[in-house]
Nanobody, 129 residues
């Protein structure tokens, strides 16, 4: 069972940056795709970014493309995924969730929450104007 824990959220002014981290409870070989999703009050959970653990393509929602960068640290005994968020906007305010899904997840399903089996508890990001 993979357990995920997010950290790094907080309050930041518009135009600022934050780096979110996601720690996984077991070594992730090449068996997962890792994603970030977010949910604002009164809205559905939406895809932000994803990366295949084995290395390879990254995926971004249009709303964050060019501003956010997803990366992972697969060094020995480290199971970390990061989301670097730059040029933050008030509309980026949400609870951000880390998620893990099977590496076989088809590209067409990467941006859908149902494709992910494991979720963290979320970390709040608030961007003030």
């Amino acid at each position: 069972q993979v357990q995920l824990a997010e950290s790094g959220g907080g309050l930041v002014q518009a135009g600022g940056s934050l780096r979110l981290s996601c720690a996984a409870s077991e070594r992730l070989f090449s068996t997962y795709i890792m994603g970030w999703f977010r949910q604002a009050p009164g809205k559905e959970r939406e895809f932000v970014a994803a990366i295949r653990w084995s290395g390879g393509p990254t995926y971004y929602a249009d709303a964050v493309k060019g501003r956010f960068t997803i990366s992972r640290d697969s060094a020995r005994n480290r199971n970390m995924v990061y989301l670097q968020m730059n040029s933050l906007k008030p509309e980026d305010t949400a609870v951000y969730y880390c998620a893990a899904g099977p590496s076989s997840l088809p590209t067409a399903q990467v941006m859908g929450a149902p494709g992910y089996d494991h979720w963290g508890q979320g970390t709040q990001v608030t961007v003030s104007s």
